[in-house]
């Protein structure tokens, strides 16, 4: 079926550091996004890129759709930034939204 | 603009109970997005709406999971008897379109006991 994997699944970081995470996906997506699950559980939109490159603030994002892969990087990591980071595409066969399993990602002070 | 509200935020009940879910998306969002987190795992899709009509409902558990869309507007999804594995949080989203960007609700944490 449908995947979408994401690496690496866990991530510890001291503050002030780089990173990035990778999402990879089976097949072709109209949709990919990236999501921040707050320790309260809500999903915070943090980016919706199908394609091309989006940069907010210390965060980026690139995809490229016809490797099938995306990336987040998180620049000059805060303790704000602890979390687990899903992507999640919509793929062109039957229009539904796929969730990774999630990197979640410690920042220390 | 008003996010997508859910309530309860929280519910626990025993085992063979009936619970509901409600969930109101976002104004002039057609698809709607039913989904089931349980912890340490990725957000499950349980079914989704295109308008009042269902998308795509292959992973709901139709014994006991049921979801409607009156009005195409609305949600709520039941369970009917809860197990011990319906423990979980279930999370509603909306878009203006299948492959627009969704956006989520605080969901509701359901404990089975």
């Known amino acids: 079926g449908i995947q979408v994997e994401q690496s690496p699944p866990d991530l510890i970081l001291q503050e002030g550091a780089n990173s990035t995470l990778r999402c990879n996906f089976s097949?072709?997506?109209?949709?990919l996004q990236w999501f921040h699950q707050n320790p309260w559980g809500q999903l915070i939109n943090l980016f919706y890129?199908?394609?091309g490159t989006k940069q907010n603030g210390r965060l980026s994002a690139t995809t490229v759709a016809t490797e099938r892969y995306s990336l987040l990087y998180i620049s000059s990591s805060q303790t704000t930034d602890s979390g687990v980071y899903f992507c999640?595409?919509?793929?062109?066969?039957?229009?539904?939204?796929?969730f990774g399993q999630g990197t979640e990602l410690s920042v220390k002070p | 603009e008003a996010g997508v509200a859910q309530s309860p935020r929280y519910k626990i009940i025993e085992k063979r109970q009936s619970v509901a879910f409600w969930c109101n998306p976002i104004?002039?969002?057609?698809?709607l997005y039913w989904y089931q987190q349980i912890l340490g795992q990725g957000p499950k899709l349980l079914i989704q709406?295109?308008?009042?009509?269902?998308?795509?409902d292959s992973q709901l558990p139709k014994d006991r999971f049921s979801a409607e869309r009156l009005k195409g507007v609305d949600s709520t999804l039941k369970i009917q008897p809860a197990k011990l594995e319906d423990s979980a949080v279930y999370l509603c989203?909306?878009?203006?379109?299948?492959?627009?960007?969704?956006?989520f609700g605080q969901g509701t944490r359901l404990t089975v006991v």
């Open positions: 104004s002039g969002h057609a698809t």
């Open positions: 097949d072709s997506v109209n949709n």
């Open positions: 890129i199908p394609s």
């Open positions: 709406f295109q308008n009042n009509g269902v998308v795509d």
């Open positions: 989203a909306s878009s203006f379109g299948t492959a627009a960007e969704a956006f």
């Open positions: 999640a595409g919509v793929y062109n066969q039957g229009g539904k939204l796929i």
